[in-house]
């Protein structure tokens, strides 16, 4: 994490200073405050907001270790915006590997109840057809009585 104040930003990012104060006003661009009070802007902001650095003109001067230490910096901050992407890809990953397990238990849920249904209709077909068949009995010589399913017998106790 590197932080520069708002000159070097606006040069950074080959922008106005009044841009940069702008931006951190309307919240799309966050800054820090030192201990001295100094307002600074972490690299990796800058790379958010506006896609790129321009380290070439980085503090103001043509001296390569000033140069050199922005290449840094700004290496270290792609580094660790890759880290955090690769992070994120992972929890991506395991989350789709949760829901896919949880589609498929719900599937093979589905799929049971279906089968319990369909057993039920040809039960209960099956009842009908008992029911409505040719076959009577007499009780004692009193009045024909068809045969009743048993799950008739047993809803009419």
Same mark, same amino acid.
């Given at each position: 994490m590197a932080l520069?104040? #708002?000159t070097e930003a606006a040069k950074l990012v080959h922008r106005n200073r009044t841009t940069i104060y702008r931006d951190i006003e309307r919240g799309r661009?966050? &800054?820090? =405050?030192? !201990?001295? *009070? /100094?307002?600074? #802007?972490?690299?990796?902001e800058l790379l958010r907001t506006y *896609?790129?650095?321009? !380290? @070439? %003109?980085?503090? *103001?001067? @043509? /001296?390569?270790?000033?140069? /050199? &230490?922005?290449? =840094?910096? #700004? $290496?270290?901050?792609k580094n660790r915006s890759l880290e955090r992407a690769l992070a994120l890809e992972g929890e991506l990953r395991r989350i789709? @590997?949760? %829901?896919?397990?949880?589609l498929r238990a719900r599937l093979t849920d589905k799929d049971s109840v279906i089968k319990v249904l369909e057993s039920k %209709? $040809? $039960? $209960?077909?099956? @009842?009908?057809? %008992?029911a409505s068949g040719p076959t009577a009995k007499k009780k004692d010589n009193g009045p024909v009585e068809s045969k009743k399913s048993w799950w008739n017998r047993l809803l009419n106790r």
């Open positions: 520069v104040s #708002i661009l966050s &800054k820090t =405050v030192s !201990p001295e *009070g /100094d307002t600074r #802007i972490d690299t990796s *896609g790129r650095l321009y !380290p @070439d %003109v980085a503090n *103001g001067s @043509d /001296d390569e270790s000033a140069r /050199d &230490k922005v290449k =840094v910096a #700004i $290496l270290e901050e789709k @590997d949760q %829901v896919t397990s949880e %209709v $040809l $039960l $209960l077909e099956y @009842d009908k057809q %008992v």
